[in-house]
């Protein structure tokens, strides 16, 4: 058995107005790394796996990720989708309203 987890899960639409909605989302992250890898190797077989991976999440985001978001936090999620972008971060933070 691994070690209990130190925090619970979040609750409300915390999770969403107190966010630094200009990090980077794990995806974009991995994207961004992909992408400069293949840049700064000059390497076809890297840019094939970030464009593969690219899609990937622009397909599974949509269609899987978000609707399970919203299903679990409604309108806060909702909001914070109009707000912030899926693939590239905001140059400026945003704040929910409800913060």
């Known amino acids: 058995m691994g070690a209990p987890s130190c925090h ?3 609750r409300g639409h915390q999770k969403f107005a107190n966010r630094d909605s ?5 995806p974009s992250g991995l994207i961004f790394v992909l992408c400069s890898e ?4 000059l390497s076809r ?7 593969t991976f ?14 399970m978001m919203v299903a679990r ?3 806060d ?4 989708c109009r707000h912030v972008g899926r ?3 905001r140059l400026r933070a945003w704040q929910s309203s409800r913060s």
Do not use: C, K, M, S
């Open 87 to 89: 693939i590239v971060p």
């Open 22 to 26: 200009t990090a980077i989302d794990q």
């Open 77 to 80: 999620y909702r909001e914070y």
């Open 45 to 51: 077989p890297h840019a094939e796996w970030a464009a």
């Open 38 to 41: 293949a840049l700064i190797l």
């Open 8 to 10: 619970g899960p979040p």
């Open 54 to 67: 690219l899609l990937a999440n622009l397909i599974y985001i949509p269609l899987l990720e978000e609707p």
């Open 73 to 75: 936090f409604g309108d």
